[in-house]
């Protein structure tokens, strides 16, 4: 027969339990909140299937669930593209979060490739002067967030790695000494001015496109660099703010004079415009800057619901400063953004009368490599009538765009939601490669960076 006593210790017993078994409860829904955002629902495996291929691609890519916020630009300026002059001091730096939050041994490699981006045949002897494989070092842990995190970074070239020849280059990263288990891979060019290229951005030609898109005419002048057979040893490559997926490629000469070489096309070197990319700004969540709608905090972390967006292909073009798809990342209330920043949910919602049927919408720019993938896939809400998504992106300032890509296409439309206008203003960089005879690899031999608004 229970006593007071014995009833009294019965009911603070099960009191302990239930505090250990909801407290365990909460630890686990945080920890594994962003392990959730990016697996697969019970009906789409997807995902896992998108990281779970570890075969190298040789493109900007992430094979890891736990690694985020990747990036690569010169060591000075966070906005710019991967580019090295050869002949300079110039440095490449990689930065990327483990969400893991513990230590691991990264490694990286740099592989020589083609202009079609394809392994070269050179080996790391002939493109390095140094280490083909080196450890990266420089590591520390996240400070102040609910997101725990450790943030890796390395520059280069270095003392222990530096670079000898131009062309296209993988930043290839691997773990624990195995270059098959692939973390990363980055695109970045190297390039020496063998050749000048004058250049400049205009309206199309074509009557029908000239509000809607831009052409770009240029002339390559080699003086006193020769080009024996300039429509099968050279390759042109324009690229419109960075992105490969509508890039313009194989362009051939017009006319041959002297030692200039002329393109100037219609329609082969005419790019869709589009339209100044949507944004948003997380450096702080302690208050709505202009295109928040709602932030909360909870176990789970940081919520951020935007502003429901609009479908723009209609509506008359309006200027004002972006970043060309870009992302910054900074933090308002810290000292170092890179470990200080923390990471937020992030909530797009597109309003859309009927579910697209031959194709999906995606939530698209430089924060995700200009991909199309599970992790940025809109997916349609019956109940509120459009497309939604949600992402989690680390603290910074945000350039986005909404993307059509239709089954079994390559290039991503911006048209169908964004709209396109002559006007808007575009980043172009025209890459001149030379597989020169008597040698075994294709050369940078210029590179040309030119804005629409300037026209040049």
Request: glycine residues 4%; aromatic residues 16%; negative net charge.
């Amino acid at each position: 027969m229970l006593n007071k006593k014995n009833i009294f210790l019965a009911s603070l017993l099960l009191a302990f339990f239930a505090y250990n078994t909801v407290a365990f409860a909460q630890k686990k829904k945080q920890s594994s909140t962003w392990k959730a955002l990016i697996s697969p629902t019970p009906t789409d495996s997807s995902i896992d299937d998108y990281y779970g291929d570890n075969t190298i691609r040789y493109e900007d890519f992430v094979y890891k669930k736990y690694i985020k916020t990747v990036q690569l630009h010169d060591e000075t300026f966070e906005l710019s593209q991967p580019i090295l002059n050869l002949e300079s001091e110039e440095h490449l730096k990689l930065s990327f979060d483990d969400l893991e939050a513990d230590l691991k041994n990264y490694t990286y490699t740099l592989i020589h490739c083609n202009a079609n981006w394809e392994p070269s045949g050179l080996l790391p002897a002939e493109y390095i002067d140094g280490f083909a494989d080196n450890n990266i070092t420089d590591y520390r842990y996240s400070f102040n967030t609910l997101q725990k995190f450790t943030h890796y970074n390395v520059v280069f070239p270095n003392n222990s790695t530096r670079i000898t020849k131009s062309g296209n280059y993988i930043l290839k990263v691997y773990l624990d000494s195995n270059p098959e288990n692939i973390a990363i891979t980055s695109r970045f060019m190297v390039y020496q001015n063998k050749v000048t290229i004058e250049s400049r951005v205009l309206q199309a030609s074509i009557i029908e496109d000239r509000n809607y898109k831009q052409e770009l005419d240029f002339t390559i002048n080699h003086s006193g660099y020769p080009i024996s057979n300039p429509f099968g040893d050279l390759k042109i490559v324009i690229t419109q703010n960075g992105r490969w997926d509508n890039a313009k490629t194989n362009l051939k000469p017009v006319f041959v004079k002297d030692m200039e070489l002329v393109y100037d096309y219609d329609e082969e070197n005419v790019f869709t415009a589009g339209n100044e990319f949507r944004f948003f700004d997380i450096k702080s969540i302690r208050y709505h800057s202009e295109r928040i709608y709602n932030v909360k905090t909870d176990s789970a972390g940081n919520h951020v619901t935007l502003f429901t967006d609009e479908k723009r292909d209609f509506k008359r073009y309006s200027t004002y400063s972006d970043i060309n798809g870009k992302f910054l990342i900074e933090v308002q209330e810290g000292k170092n953004s890179e470990v200080e920043a923390d990471y937020c949910f992030v909530t797009f919602f597109l309003p859309y009368d009927a579910v697209l049927t031959d194709g999906n919408l995606y939530v698209f720019g430089v924060f995700n490599a200009w991909k199309c993938n599970q992790e940025n896939l809109m997916r349609y809400n019956a109940k509120r009538f459009g497309y939604e998504c949600t992402l989690y992106l680390k603290q910074g300032y945000y350039n986005y765009e909404y993307v059509f890509l239709k089954d079994g296409a390559t290039a991503a439309d911006e048209t169908l939601i964004e709209g396109t206008h002559y006007e808007t203003e575009n980043d172009y960089t025209i890459y001149v490669y030379h597989h020169k005879q008597g040698t075994f690899y294709d050369q940078l031999i210029g590179v040309k960076r030119l804005n629409s608004m300037r026209g040049y």
